[in-house]
């Protein structure tokens, strides 16, 4: 739209006729012309030098009078109006305390322009001036104040955030034996600063992108410049940058949804989750990817095969020798938990091949209930009391816990439904899965179970084998996020780096000649 100001044409920013109010109010910026308000700069900001039209806008954007929480303050510095903005339990109400004195010293030559305000104004904290109405509100609905001065065709972001938080302590699901007790919090710059604490390094980066056009929600993206790979960094930006969504609404597993679009058909893991910093930290000296989410308090570590899933960073809390023991025997009731209940399904179904030395593994008792549905009732069983104790209140854990022992233990045994030997083998199996953190990998071996169960039931021994060949297909055809075989070192093979992955190694270093 044209106008004519002090006899020259002006151009009036189309982003002032968004809605029937708005239109009224460039109107009343043409009727202004000839009050000689200047119109400095509209072809270039949403913003006026006219408070009263800027603190319109602003409310009707941000709907001030149905929010409780946004809160408008007007007070005169320097003999200007100043409206401020903030979102309740987003500031810090000292740091704005402060502000607002050290502002009322002000005299009206401080305040001139925008730029010397900044300069003179602006004693302490995190400033910047915008004048795109779409930046500023995605500033101040992250938790900024903002400022807006009479006379100013810009307003001030002040960054005195700060965000609801719980304390930094041990994470709950992945335990420390022995190590740092800190965790990862729902806080994206409490979390950054657990990572920047531990690698003190200038390589070190941490790229910020905004993802979901209602959520808006902060995704940082962190490497070492010199150990990732760059064309799978690429890639992952240029994925992060091109999700369209409406809201990550499970924060990091809908970003993981948007981002890798995975086969169903293999239930393995491409990436892994973490809750604590130490673990986060080694990835990326690996040469790994972390990525962060806003209000996730796990962060996500790609590429990833399978080797690095099962690996936890308690084994390098202990010895090499402690820590080649932990972790073989995680790799030990990792494959336990996949072929325990079919190979003994199958010697049950055929006791003439047990010696005499184990036939204390077969059943001895009346079976009412045939073995395989035993098992799989089970299994669902054990699924059922996994979701019973995340969802059952602190104080009633224990009688849950007595109740599912008593009943399921003893009862179900003396009822008929359960040989003693189904539970053994079933309550082996569940201790196993939970010998390595990641539940994707504990679901996936589940899985791979339940067809080997099946297998077995129909086709034997023949079966057994077929399943076994089953999981090693899934394995060998599957692939990171970069590409890369989901079971290297093994396919392709590299001697030195399987022996790293299998056996706790020491730490590579050297020691200075002085």
């Known amino acids: 739209m044209w106008t004519f100001y002090k006899g020259r044409a002006q151009v009036l920013p189309f982003s002032c006729f968004d809605r029937v109010s708005e239109i009224e109010s460039c109107f009343w910026l043409i009727q202004s012309a000839g009050e000689n308000v200047p119109v400095k700069g509209a072809s270039m900001t949403d913003f006026t030098t006219n408070i009263d039209m800027n603190v319109r806008m602003m409310n009707e954007k941000l709907r001030v ?234 962060v996500m570590i790609i590429p990833t095969n399978v080797f690095d899933i099962i690996e936890e960073a308690d084994d390098f809390n202990f010895s090499p020798m402690i820590g080649t023991y932990i972790r073989l025997s995680r790799f030990f009731f990792t494959l336990l938990t996949v072929f325990l209940t079919p190979v003994w399904l199958l010697l049950e179904s055929n006791p003439q091949w047990v010696p005499e030395w184990l036939k204390f593994i077969t059943i001895s008792e009346d079976i009412t209930v045939p073995v395989i549905l035993q098992l799989f009732i089970l299994e669902l069983a054990v699924d059922g009391l996994k979701l019973a104790a995340v969802n059952t209140p602190g104080m009633l854990s224990t009688p849950l816990s007595i109740l599912a022992g008593i009943v399921v233990g003893e009862y179900a045994v003396e009822s008929g439904w359960f040989n003693s030997e189904s539970l053994l083998y079933m309550a082996v199996v569940t201790v196993g899965t939970y010998s390595q953190a990641s539940f994707e990998m504990g679901y996936a071996l589940k899985f791979i179970r339940i067809v080997n169960l099946i297998l077995v039931q129909f086709f034997g021994r023949i079966g057994l084998l077929a399943g076994a060949i089953f999981a090693i297909v899934l394995l060998c055809f599957n692939r990171t996020i970069s590409g890369k075989s989901y079971i290297y070192p093994v396919i392709p093979f590299n001697s030195q780096m399987f022996k790293r992955k299998i056996l706790r190694v020491r730490l590579p270093h050297k020691i200075k000649n002085n």
């Not at 740091?95 to 502002?103: A, D, G, H, P, S």
């Not at 992250?142 to 304390?167: A, H, K, N, W």
């Open 65 to 298: 009078d149905r929010n409780f929480d946004i809160l408008q303050r007007d007070v005169l510095i320097g003999g200007k109006r100043t409206h401020f903005y903030f979102i309740d339990g987003f500031v810090q109400e000292e740091t704005i305390e402060k502000l607002v004195q050290f502002f009322y010293s002000l005299k009206e030559s401080d305040i001139k322009d925008i730029d010397t305000f900044l300069e003179v104004g602006m004693p302490y904290t995190e400033i910047e001036k915008n004048g795109h109405y779409d930046e500023v509100e995605k500033a101040f609905l992250s938790g900024q104040t903002v400022m807006i001065i009479d006379g100013f065709d810009e307003c001030i972001l002040i960054d005195c955030r700060t965000y609801p938080m719980r304390s930094v302590t041990e994470p709950y699901k992945d335990k420390v034996l022995r190590g740092s007790r800190d965790g990862f919090v729902e806080t994206l710059v409490c979390n950054a600063a657990l990572l920047r604490r531990r690698i003190r390094d200038n390589r070190f980066s941490m790229e910020m992108y905004t993802v979901g056009e209602r959520s808006r929600t902060d995704v940082a993206v962190c490497y070492i410049d010199d150990k990732v790979d760059k064309k799978l960094l690429q890639r992952i930006e240029n994925l992060i940058s091109s999700i369209e969504v409406e809201a990550l609404t499970m924060n990091i597993e809908s970003l993981a949804e948007c981002m890798f679009k995975g086969k169903w058909i293999n239930p393995f893991p491409k990436y892994k989750y973490s809750e604590r910093p130490d673990t986060a930290a080694a990835a990326l000296f690996d040469g790994n990817i972390v990525i962060m989410v806003d209000t996730s308090p796990a």
